[in-house]
Nanobody, 123 residues
Framework: QVQVVESGGDWVQPGGSLRLSCAAS????????IGWFRQAPGKERERISC????????YYRDSVKGRFTISRDNGKNTVYLQMNSLKPEDTAVYYC????????????????WGQGTQVTVSS
């Protein structure tokens, strides 16, 4: 079965850190661009980060630059999103998605989506 599964979401206090994982099964993540998205209650889903499948280049939304880091572990077929200095406005369901074309361009099409993992930042 081809799928991606997110994990690592949790409740954390402001200023804390979490590492989200996006694990693939049924295909090799290293030939796919991986995007991380989030959707807060009442808001549209937004792309926050991406790592390309061609040259490993990365993209970050301005609101997470300097705080979040995306990385790959091809041996584990997993992409990570390290989130530091978390803020209450980072509270959302986080999703990862994979695609074989378009790299980290703004084209809004992905082949596979996970079910999401909840991140809650509050005191």
């Amino acid at each position: 079965q081809v799928q991606v599964v997110e994990s690592g979401g949790d409740w954390v206090q402001p200023g804390g850190s979490l590492r989200l994982s996006c694990a693939a099964s049924g295909f090799s993540l290293d030939v796919y661009a991986i995007g991380w998205f989030r959707q807060a209650p009442g808001k549209e889903r937004e792309r926050i980060s991406c790592i390309s499948n061609s040259d490993g280049s990365t993209y970050y939304r301005d609101s997470v630059k300097g705080r979040f880091t995306i990385s790959r572990d091809n041996g584990k077929n997993t992409v990570y999103l390290q989130m530091n200095s978390l803020k209450p406005e980072d509270t959302a369901v986080y999703y990862c998605a994979a695609r074989s074309r378009w790299g980290c361009s703004g084209v809004p099409r992905y082949d596979y989506w996970g079910q999401g993992t909840q991140v809650t930042v509050s005191s």
